[in-house]
């Protein structure tokens, strides 16, 4: 208890039942929240930055060998004007996302996924039965939302539990998390900053939306090691 202090008491609330207008002016509706102006973009670590909206988040993890992408929001329109403008303004080049990791096959995470491969061509990961829900019916839909990706099964991944994705000198463990959908992934991996690495954490960061600001809080207070100690 002494060593976890009290970094993971926020997530006994992920049980309870979530008010769909916090975090707006009250009386707001889900669309009206969906139309609200993106934050900033911001970088939360060295190897972390947000360029997500107020309704649903986007994260880059910036390797040694290009850039990974989670989550690819709702459309065309919000990749190109949030993701692809966001990461220019915090000098990231988009032409170096070599993948796109989506944490769970609904629209508001795979939407944007057809402009990210027309302009950049990366590869497009997902839990394996989410590829199976997005190919065959969908849970729910919206005229909001791009199209499903389609699996080109030479370069994307069913990901399952227990995998590991590799891009430079960056590992990420792949967590199946069923609930939300029965393909949701989380990622294991170690966030840097400076000479200090904070240690990876199971959590679904497709959830931890907002701004930059809000996952550094988060882990102010988790354990900081040299690099290259683990």
Not at 98 to 117: F, N, P, Q
Not at 172 to 195: E, W
């Amino acid at each position: 208890k002494k060593a976890a202090q009290d970094d993971l008491l926020p997530y006994p609330r992920l049980g309870q039942v979530a008010d769909p207008t916090q975090g707006g002016a009250p009386g707001m509706t889900p669309d009206q929240l969906m139309r609200l102006p993106a934050p900033p973009p911001g970088k939360a670590f060295d190897n972390l930055y947000f360029v997500g909206s107020k309704w649903v988040s986007a994260w880059v993890i910036a390797t040694s060998e290009g850039l990974i992408l989670v989550d690819a929001m709702d459309n065309d329109d919000e990749a190109e004007h949030i993701i692809d403008a966001g990461m220019r303004k915090l000098g990231l080049d988009p032409a170096q996302i070599k993948m796109v990791i989506v944490t769970h096959g609904h629209g508001d995470h795979y939407g944007g996924v057809g402009y990210l491969r027309r302009r950049y061509a990366p590869a497009v990961h997902m839990g394996a039965p989410d590829w199976e829900m997005t190919a065959t019916k969908l849970e729910f839909d919206s005229p909001d939302w791009g199209r499903p990706p389609v699996r080109n099964p030479a370069t994307d991944l069913a990901l399952k539990d227990g995998d590991r994705l590799r891009l430079g000198d960056t590992a990420i463990d792949i967590l199946m998390t069923p609930g939300h959908t029965m393909g949701t992934v989380s990622l294991l991996f170690n966030a840097r900053q400076g000479s200090k690495v904070t240690e990876g954490s199971a959590v679904s960061i497709n959830y931890l939306t907002g701004s930059a600001k809000r996952i550094q809080t988060m882990s102010a207070s988790r354990r900081a090691l040299p690099a290259g100690a683990r």
